[in-house]
C-alpha cells in the first residue's frame, strides 16, 4: 500500500519548537519533490515548504520563512519539517505530499501524487 504518514505534531507554547516527520511506505520517496501544506479551522490549505528530490532546493512560504526548515534523508525514505519559533497562527494540521517531479513548483510540489493523513500541531499557552 503506497502511502505517506506524518507524526511528530503536538501543543506547544509560542516560541516553542516541533519537528514533523513524514514517512513513506511502498514507494521511494527519492524520486519525488515533497511539500508541506497546512490547514486551519475555517481556511482554505496552504501550501508552507517543498524539497526537491534531492534535498538541493528547498522553498518557503513567507509567513515561514527563517523559521522553518525542511530537509530529507532519503535512506530514511523520511521529509522533516523543523518548526521554531511558532506563533499561534502556525496553529493547523500539517500534511505532506509527494509530487511527480523531481523539482518544486515554488514552495508546492508539481502534479501531486500522494498525501498523507495530517498531523495536528497546536500552538497556545
Known amino acids: 500500500q503506497l502511502q505517506l504518514v506524518e507524526s511528530g505534531g503536538g501543543l506547544v507554547e509560542p516560541g516553542g519548537s516541533l519537528r514533523l516527520s513524514c514517512a513513506a511506505s511502498?514507494?521511494?520517496?527519492?524520486?519525488?519533490?515533497i511539500g508541506w501544506f497546512r490547514q486551519a479551522p475555517g481556511k482554505e490549505r496552504e501550501g508552507v515548504s517543498c524539497i526537491s528530490s534531492s534535498g538541493g532546493s528547498t522553498n518557503y512560504a513567507d509567513s515561514v520563512k527563517g523559521r522553518f526548515t525542511v530537509s530529507r534523508d532519503n535512506a530514511k525514505n523520511t521529509v522533516y519539517l523543523q518548526m521554531n519559533s511558532l506563533k499561534p497562527e502556525d496553529t493547523a494540521v500539517y500534511y505532506c505530499?509527494?509530487?511527480?517531479?523531481?523539482?518544486?513548483?515554488?514552495?508546492?510540489?508539481?502534479?501531486?501524487?500522494?498525501w498523507g493523513q495530517g498531523t495536528q500541531v497546536t500552538v497556545s499557552s
Open positions: 505530499a509527494a509530487g511527480r517531479h523531481f523539482y518544486c513548483s515554488g514552495y508546492v510540489p508539481s502534479q501531486i501524487g500522494y
Open positions: 511502498g514507494f521511494t520517496l527519492a524520486y519525488y519533490a
